[in-house]
């Protein structure tokens, strides 16, 4: 998915705490203009109680330089006019869920799209048949080219081997679990090939970045890693797909047509974002610095896939108990955790092979990044490869639910894990 500015984004995404600000109320400026007066007068004389009084009088208006200074800013000052404390009034209820939206809103607007397709799937059935996702598809991965900042990725050459490791893990590791997800005897069969599917993918295209810069990891290497995985995966996907999954379900798949599609619909807009930001300044400053506004772009037409497949299958998911669609997303979930803990037990080990100094596996900067990366999967891509199957693994609404419910669960799981990171970051530093 294409959580972003992050957003996802997820990134910035929703569920990672802020960190905490201190406000200094006692600064000498913040004092009051009376007390300084009336202690230089004890020095030199006995004050008298009209100079007193009138001390106070003059005291009573602020400064007028402090005065403008507010009116630029815009706001109030959390400090009152005679230096006492004022209470911050707390955000409104309508700023709170506005703020509340526009930090989940990849997550919202994926559900929402869910919810309006069972709904009414009158307007869905009719963007189907003007091929409404096919383009939708394609604003996407423009818009993730016109948002890769590629001139970081020479940062990333240093921690090659940390890269080569989590690009293994990307495209061979986890599509390896496929065929062994696809043993699970289950109904509806298509959620358990979605989820399989899904394993398959490469790594998201923007929130394993975004939650790799709040953590504190290195951004190159994880955007060294999205950017490698994308690219290969156009190749690798369509054979995993035909040996893990095609076998299981006994079908063949039209790789070399899928290849074809995939390039059609992913590389080609990629590139073209690519090359419109690297060639024009203006582009890239243009969109450096409307970043939230291109991710909530992406989030809605991310968010047309599902609204349309689920439309056209809003008879067959109605049928299909609560129990069917809990089991999977908690097999959703299960799968998710089980990457998170090899990859760590995988750094772990590689950490202790090497010898000579500190290997570039237990550099913290380098091993958050790949854990983060390596254990995502992309939304946007299964969209597109399940767009160009036709129906060759089941229905398209069952294969993309459990992977929008999979896509969402990853973000919440790993905020928390960022978040719980951080936590004890703090307290490191603290403790210092």
Known sequence: ??????????????????????????????????ILTLRAGVLGRRPTLNAFLSTTVASATPPLRLRCLRATAGGTSPVSGDGGKRAVPP?????????????????????GGIILGLLDPTLGCLAHKYSLSKYSTFGIF?????????????????????GLYGLGSILLFTPFLAQFIMQVQFFPREFITGLAIFCCMPTTLSS?????????????????????SNLLGIIIVPLSLAKYIGAGVGVSLPTEQLFKSLVTSLLIPLIIGMVARETSKGIADFVDGN???????????????????VSRSRSLILSVQVKSFAVAVTIGVLLHLALLAFNAA?????????QKGESV?????????????????????????????????GESGFLVIPCVAAHINQIIIDSIIVNWWRQKDQQFTSAK
């Open 1 to 34: 998915m294409v959580a972003t500015r992050t957003g996802f984004s997820l990134a910035s995404f929703a569920f990672v705490s802020a960190s905490d600000s201190a406000m200094i109320t006692h600064h000498p400026s913040l004092l009051r203009p009376s």
């Open 91 to 111: 955000p409104t209820l309508g700023a709170a869920l506005l703020g509340f939206v526009r930090s989940n809103f990849l997550p919202l607007a994926l559900i």
């Open 142 to 162: 423009v818009i993730s080219g016109l948002t890769l900042r590629t001139r970081e990725l020479g940062a990333a050459l240093e921690a090659w081997p940390a």
């Open 208 to 228: 394993g970045v975004t939650l790799t810069q709040l953590v504190g990891g290195n951004s190159a290497l994880a955007l060294a890693m999205t950017v490698a």
């Open 291 to 309: 970043r939230q506004s291109f991710s909530v772009a992406s989030a809605v037409l991310l968010s047309l896939v599902p609204w349309i497949q």
């Open 346 to 354: 995988m750094l772990e080990i590689l950490s202790r092979l090497e």
């Open 361 to 393: 596996f237990a550099q913290k900067e380098y091993a958050r990044a790949v854990i983060l990366v390596a254990s995502q999967k992309t939304l946007p891509v299964l969209v597109a490869v399940v767009e160009q199957l036709g129906g060759a693994f």
